[in-house]
């Protein structure tokens, strides 16, 4: 087709018809720019004007049955297109609730990742917890201070519950 057009815009013959020697699209067919007052002298269907209505964007009728097969085929692959995208959404559909649960899976060890980014970004540890009550804090910094931190080593709850640091 674009053989087809490329040999009419280059004709001596459309020279003085023809607007601009180009190829462009309007109306989903490919068509000619056509001065207005020469319309008659192109053999053609006109699809759309500029906005000045000096030109006038022409199929020529050599070219109507490929745009026709152009036009059918593209809608072919439109169509097509659908009945894989709706395979592919049914299959997805099928397996809806593994889905589901490795997405959720996937946020619970997202979070744990970053906790442990954190943690060690932090020089964080695991506290060990006991069933008595008692706090071993062992060179402990406040998790929230920039810079260099003097850690402490402290407990609580045998010899004292109550603990106030300051600056």
Same mark, same amino acid.
């Given at each position: 087709?674009?053989?087809?057009?490329?040999?009419?815009? +280059?004709?001596? *013959?459309?020279?003085?018809?023809?607007?601009?020697?180009?190829?462009? /699209?309007?109306?989903? *067919?490919?068509?000619?720019?056509?001065?207005?007052?020469?319309?008659?002298?192109?053999? %053609?269907? !006109?699809?759309?004007?500029?906005?000045? %209505?000096?030109?006038?964007?022409?199929?020529?009728? !050599?070219?109507?049955?490929?745009? &026709?097969?152009?036009?059918? $085929?593209?809608?072919?692959?439109?169509?097509?297109?659908?009945?894989?995208?709706?395979?592919?959404?049914?299959?997805? %559909?099928? +397996?809806?609730? =593994?889905?589901?649960?490795? !997405?959720?899976?996937?946020?619970?060890?997202?979070?744990?990742?970053?906790?442990?980014?954190?943690?060690?970004?932090?020089?964080? !540890? =695991?506290?060990?917890?006991?069933?008595?009550?008692?706090?071993?804090?062992?060179?402990? *910094?406040?998790? $929230?201070?920039?810079?260099? /931190?003097?850690?402490?080593?402290?407990?609580?709850? +045998?010899?004292? &519950?109550?603990? /106030?640091?300051?600056?």
């Amino acid at each position: 087709m674009k053989n087809k057009l490329e040999t009419i815009i +280059r004709s001596s *013959r459309f020279a003085a018809i023809i607007q601009e020697p180009l190829i462009t /699209v309007r109306q989903n *067919r490919y068509v000619i720019p056509v001065k207005q007052e020469k319309k008659a002298k192109f053999p %053609g269907i !006109v699809h759309d004007k500029s906005d000045s %209505g000096a030109t006038l964007f022409i199929e020529p009728f !050599v070219v109507v049955e490929l745009n &026709n097969l152009l036009r059918q $085929l593209i809608k072919d692959e439109e169509q097509e297109i659908l009945k894989i995208l709706q395979k592919i959404t049914s299959l997805i %559909g099928e +397996r809806a609730q =593994e889905i589901n649960d490795s !997405v959720l899976n996937l946020g619970e060890i997202d979070f744990i990742y970053a906790r442990a980014v954190l943690a060690d970004k932090m020089k964080a !540890v =695991e506290p060990k917890l006991n069933q008595n009550g008692f706090i071993n804090l062992i060179q402990a *910094r406040h998790p $929230l201070l920039q810079g260099p /931190v003097v850690p402490i080593n402290t407990n609580l709850g +045998r010899a004292f &519950n109550i603990l /106030v640091i300051t600056g």
